[in-house]
């Protein structure tokens, strides 16, 4: 079964590009929206890039023109395309998973993944 978990953090430099994946559990059914949001130390966890089932995508203001979601739904996976990376975005990474069933919204998230953004 596919992992609900995180990958692709590491340290870059500024201006530089990373490329996160989720996979989302094979469990969780009627996913409607993968997302990725983040979280600084001492601060709100904040909405980054969202990318629907019809592939309708939202960005945070800060990453349009840098960061790309994507999403391939029959793997449940999620992607996020980060380039032109500035110290700013440096912060935990989350993945998160929107599914919708009898009118009831539930979210699954994974466990983060850091990204460093050095200079």
């Known amino acids: 079964q596919v992992q609900h978990v995180e990958s692709g953090g590491g340290l870059v430099q500024a201006g530089g590009s990373l490329r996160l994946s989720c996979a989302a559990s094979?469990?969780?059914?009627?996913?409607?929206?993968m997302g990725w949001y983040r979280q600084a130390p001492g601060k709100q966890r904040e909405l980054v890039a969202t990318?629907?089932?019809?592939?309708?995508?939202t960005y945070a203001d800060s990453v349009k023109g840098r960061f790309t979601i994507s999403r391939d739904t029959a793997k449940n996976t999620a992607y996020l395309q980060m380039n032109s990376l500035k110290p700013e975005d440096t912060a935990v990474y989350y993945c998160?998973?929107?599914?919708?069933?009898?009118?009831?919204?539930?979210?699954?998230w994974g466990q983060g993944t850091q990204v460093t953004v050095s200079s």
């Open positions: 998160n998973a929107r599914s919708r069933v009898r009118g009831v919204s539930t979210d699954y």
């Open positions: 094979g469990r969780i059914f009627n996913i409607n929206t």
């Open positions: 990318v629907t089932s019809g592939g309708t995508t």
